[in-house]
């Protein structure tokens, strides 16, 4: 009991803290994460304080402290890179499965389906291995594959963009074409495992780097400029 206790306490006191948390902190909001990962009800929670319902377009006026709500919400899901079921870099994969689907009629109860697809997305993105060996967890595969799960497969799209951080043009367009050749093999292996909704996505990842590519080696070199690639949501 004392040790939920703490765990409630310490919620409060990294939600209260979140904006302060910057990416490259070395503080991490662990117990707002593993709140995420463990409940489904908080999960839709801190959703519905970061976006409005599905189609709402009403402009509501927020108090201060809602907007504060609202920010930090968003910031935590924008924040959040560990998958539910994860410890110690293993997958429960059953638990995964359950938290996924609950999550999902949960969400849609609350008018917020798209949007809830779009962040488990982004999640996903960060899935370990397979223990195969293969490059993602099969059971992960298996979750973005599903034909009726096109939102979640371009929240991980979406995300594999936006991971990449700032960077400086490459203007040989080397680093673009290395970054679209590992994205096309990752493609082909899930293609000859049949998860061919998937192995779409990540073929739109390698085409992109390739037109990046060659955009990088027209351009003429001013100097050393850095770039920022956020994908629109």
Same mark, same amino acid.
């Given at each position: 009991?004392?040790?939920?206790?703490?765990?409630?306490?310490?919620? %409060?006191?990294?939600?209260?803290? !979140?904006?302060?948390?910057?990416?490259?902190?070395?503080?991490?909001? !662990?117990? %707002?994460?593993?709140?995420?990962?463990?409940?489904?009800?908080?999960?839709?929670?801190?959703?519905?304080?970061?976006?409005?319902?599905?189609?709402?377009?009403?402009?509501?006026?927020?108090?201060?402290?809602?907007?504060?709500?609202?920010?930090?919400?968003?910031?935590?899901?924008?924040?959040?890179?560990?998958?539910?079921? %994860?410890?110690?870099?293993?997958?429960?994969?059953?638990? !995964?499965?359950?938290?996924?689907?609950?999550?999902?009629?949960?969400?849609?109860?609350?008018?917020?389906?798209?949007?809830?697809?779009?962040?488990?997305?982004?999640?996903?993105?960060?899935?370990?291995?397979?223990?195969?060996?293969?490059?993602?967890?099969?059971?992960?595969?298996?979750?973005?594959?599903?034909?009726?799960?096109?939102?979640?497969?371009?929240?991980?799209?979406?995300?594999?963009?936006?991971?990449?951080?700032?960077?400086?043009?490459?203007?040989?367009?080397?680093?673009? !074409?290395?970054?679209?050749?590992?994205?096309?093999?990752?493609?082909?292996?899930?293609?000859?495992?049949?998860?061919?909704?998937?192995?779409?996505?990540?073929?739109?990842?390698?085409?992109?780097?390739?037109?990046?590519?060659?955009?990088?080696?027209?351009?003429?070199?001013?100097?050393?400029?850095?770039?920022?690639?956020?994908?629109?949501?």
């Amino acid at each position: 009991q004392k040790k939920e206790l703490n765990h409630e306490k310490m919620i %409060l006191i990294e939600w209260k803290y !979140l904006t302060s948390i910057h990416d490259d902190s070395d503080i991490r909001p !662990l117990n %707002l994460y593993n709140e995420l990962q463990t409940n489904p009800d908080f999960f839709i929670e801190v959703l519905s304080l970061a976006f409005k319902e599905e189609g709402d377009k009403a402009e509501k006026v927020l108090s201060e402290i809602e907007k504060n709500n609202s920010i930090n919400a968003y910031n935590l899901l924008h924040k959040w890179k560990i998958l539910p079921g %994860l410890k110690d870099n293993i997958l429960e994969e059953e638990y !995964l499965k359950k938290w996924v689907t609950e999550v999902q009629e949960k969400a849609e109860n609350v008018n917020r389906l798209s949007i809830a697809n779009l962040i488990i997305g982004h999640v996903l993105f960060y899935s370990p291995s397979d223990n195969s060996g293969f490059w993602i967890n099969k059971t992960v595969a298996e979750i973005l594959n599903k034909i009726e799960n096109l939102r979640m497969r371009e929240g991980f799209h979406s995300e594999a963009i936006n991971s990449r951080g700032v960077y400086s043009v490459d203007y040989t367009g080397k680093a673009e !074409l290395e970054i679209a050749n590992n994205w096309k093999i990752k493609a082909e292996a899930l293609n000859e495992k049949g998860y061919y909704e998937l192995s779409t996505t990540i073929m739109d990842l390698y085409n992109m780097y390739i037109n990046e590519s060659e955009r990088a080696k027209s351009m003429k070199k001013p100097g050393n400029i850095t770039y920022f690639v956020k994908k629109d949501e």
